[in-house]
């Protein structure tokens, strides 16, 4: 990305699905170029949870979440808002699992489409009436795109982004391989 650039190189996205099991539920996406880390990830909140142990007073600020780490090096992190084991506190606990720990390294994604157009498997590749509705989510993005923002390169992008995460969470910083936080 060159210094002066205005080229578009940064999405963030609040959608929602409009039937009756996803209302109220946002679903949240951000994408660029030269953020800090190149990393692929679904982070899924819970709803908080109701104050634990009887004590309506304690006020807790996180939630309980699942975060699917796509790339790099897959896992799967479970997220828990836990009463402690002493005292009246809540503490976070995480239950980590890398997928290569328990089965090995599988096939990068480019060998697994390959290995199933040779054999002729298409549930690893999008669906006519898929790309369809992609598209209709999209155009009116494409028909009136908003102004371009610029961001510093190695930041998670502008400081607007956060108005689309304004009362439900925040941004979080992606979990990372080798990282405990």
Known sequence: MKPNSTTETYCALRLHIDNRRWHGVPILIRAGKALPERVTEVRVLFRRPAPLGGHAREKIDATNELVLRIDPAPGARLRL??????????RGIHLDMDFADQGGDGPTPYEQLLTGAMRGDRSLFARQDAVEETWRIVQPLLDSPPAVIPYAQGTWGPPEAEKLVKGIAAWHEPWLPDATS
């Open 81 to 90: 808002i836990a009463k402690a084991a002493a005292g009246s506190g809540t």
